[in-house]
């Protein structure tokens, strides 16, 4: 066994490979826990009966799609900076599940919106700064695919992840200030407003909504790192050794 | 270093003024778009009152889009932009210097010009003023951030499109503001706050987007 | 636990079951149509990296 730091591609790939499925195992029994309080445990709402009940999954995507994206710019750079190959190659595992929990966002937060406000979309602060951190990802997402060169597609990827981390607060409070539509948020630093039960379910998804992160994040990275890696020893070895 | 910029900004103008074309373009553009607006709606004049800001800043925005690969293209085409990236010369000075020319170029021909739209929208002095204010104060970042995206995507197929992409999401803060203080001051709130945040806007993107913009086309060259 | 008096009022979420279920579904459906596509990714990576470890070794033994 060999005492490669995991912090290189050699490394990181053992690691993940030891992590992702059990990521994905743990993540598909929290959510279930998860399912139960917040279906079973959790009662009925007063005000909007049972279709708050999306709140738990509409809340757990819209935050991961906003911290994926911080996490995303911070191993931005990290790469520009250190400029070890790893770095660059964390960010780009991160973005297509990130886009994904945008759109997820989008999706949940219309059909919530449907009952609750009428309409399938309304141009409140939450559900338009989700669509425009939806767009980031996707311009990201864009560039990196439009550059065949994974060099220069990382680093120009970083600049245009700094560059949006920067402007996801203006742009929400932004949209905030244009629009105040959406329930004042309920967790905030001054003790939330929703049920202790309801909130522990959601906090329980959200756990859940992060195992599910890492493990696709973790199984992302791995196939990554093939990709880029295929021309090192080490990658051939474990290739013709079969234990890949 | 300001001898530098004044080289910079001298040759962009002057390379400008020769291809007159870009610049009566993008403006002609921007009227265009602007006017296509009333056609496509009818011509209640309550509602293009309403809708006037919006419009005249989303129409800006796409010609500045438009006018974008202006900025960067040419030069990486012929070779110039390497020998400014090998010159030693602060690359910032450079960047702030071209996008400066662009302004001049984009923004001031589209802000003077968007006063004709106070005749085509019915707006009176008080919101005409407003919108001319705070696109003078505003079309700056759509040079500075559009430069970004500029960069990023030299040489790249496609780069127009994905610059679009790009950027578009970025300017939605200025166009929330911009357009934003104009509509204030047409139903009798105070526009103020529009006006500061739209010039903090501007500020701040002039600090960090240079930067950005460097560091794109150091990438975009090697 | 309890406040479900049947299987049927469970799916029909007080009326609300199409947004309910609607938007777990498409959870669901997401997250296994990614966990698909990177099984796919993978194989795909794995399988040129060995062609082009073998392509090397042949390389290697000449």
Redesign the interface.
């Known amino acids: 066994m060999t005492s490669t730091s995991i912090f290189t591609p050699e490394g990181m790939y053992r690691f993940a490979g030891k992590l992702a499925v059990p990521c994905?195992v743990s993540a598909a029994i929290v959510a279930l826990i998860a399912f139960y309080l917040g279906?079973?445990?959790a009662?009925?709402d007063v005000t909007q009966?049972?279709?708050y009940?999306?709140l738990y999954?509409?809340v757990a995507?819209a935050w991961m799609a906003m911290l994926l994206y911080v996490l995303m710019a911070i191993f931005c750079i990290l790469g520009l900076v250190t400029e070890k190959k790893l770095w660059p190659m964390i960010a780009a595992s991160l973005a297509?599940?990130g886009a994904?929990m945008a759109?997820?966002a989008l999706?949940?937060g219309s059909?919530?919106g449907?009952?609750t406000w009428g309409a399938y979309w309304v141009w409140d602060a939450r559900l338009t700064s989700a669509l425009i951190l939806f767009f980031f990802y996707l311009g990201y997402l864009a560039l990196q695919n439009a550059i065949p060169d994974w060099r220069r597609a990382d680093k120009a990827c970083s600049v245009i992840g700094i560059v949006g981390v920067i402007n996801v607060p203006i742009v929400y409070f932004s949209v905030q200030w244009w629009n105040t539509l959406h329930q004042g948020a309920s967790l905030t630093s001054s003790g939330s407003s929703i049920h202790p039960i309801m909130l522990t379910a959601l906090l329980v998804m959200v756990a859940a909504f992060w195992l599910?992160t890492f493990g696709?994040t973790f199984?992302?990275l791995?196939?990554i790192i093939?990709?880029r890696e295929?021309?090192e020893e080490w990658?051939?070895?474990l290739?013709?050794k079969g234990e890949? | 270093m300001f001898r530098l910029f004044r080289a910079v900004l001298i040759r962009d103008l002057t390379l400008a003024l020769r291809q007159k074309s870009d610049i009566l373009n993008t403006v002609f553009f921007f009227i265009v778009v602007v006017t296509l607006v009333p056609l496509g709606i009818g011509p209640d004049q309550q509602l293009l009152r309403l809708i006037a800001p919006g419009v005249v800043w989303v129409a800006a925005l796409l010609a500045a889009l438009l006018s974008l690969p202006r900025l960067f293209a040419n030069d990486f085409a012929d070779g110039t932009l390497e020998q400014m990236l090998l010159s030693g010369e602060p690359l910032t000075v450079i960047v702030i210097a071209k996008v400066f020319a662009h302004w001049l170029t984009t923004g001031i021909p589209l802000t003077v010009i968007s006063a004709v739209f106070a005749l085509m929208f019915d707006l009176n002095a008080e919101v005409t003023v407003a919108l001319i204010t705070a696109l003078f104060i505003g079309t700056p970042v759509l040079s500075l951030v559009g430069s970004v995206g500029a960069a990023l995507t030299l040489g790249v197929r496609g780069g127009s499109v994905l610059t679009s992409l790009l950027v578009l999401p970025l300017y939605i803060p200025v166009l929330i503001f911009g357009a934003g203080a104009a509509e204030a001051v047409s139903v009798g709130v105070s526009s103020s706050a529009y006006f500061l945040i739209v010039g903090a806007l501007t500020l701040f993107s002039l600090v960090v987007m240079p930067i950005a913009t460097a560091a794109a086309l150091r990438i975009a060259a090697e | 636990?309890d406040?479900?008096g049947s299987f049927s009022d469970?799916i029909s979420?007080?009326?609300?079951g199409r947004?309910?279920w609607?938007?777990?579904g498409?959870?669901i459906f997401?997250?296994i149509c990614?966990?698909v596509s990177?099984?796919r990714?993978?194989q795909r990576?794995?399988k040129?990296?060995?062609l082009?470890?073998?392509a090397?070794?042949a390389e290697e033994d000449l």
Do not use: D
């Not at chain 3, 979420?13 to 609300?16: C, D, I, K, L």
């Open positions: 994905l279906f079973f445990v009662p009925v009966g049972n279709s009940r999306i999954i509409h995507s297509p599940t994904l759109f997820l999706w949940t059909l919530w449907r009952p599910y696709a199984a992302r791995r196939s093939l990709e295929k021309g990658a051939q070895e290739a013709l890949l | 636990m406040q479900w469970f979420m007080g009326g609300y947004y309910v609607g938007a777990y498409m959870v997401c997250f990614e966990l990177l099984s990714r993978r990576a794995a040129e990296l060995l082009e470890a073998r090397h070794q």
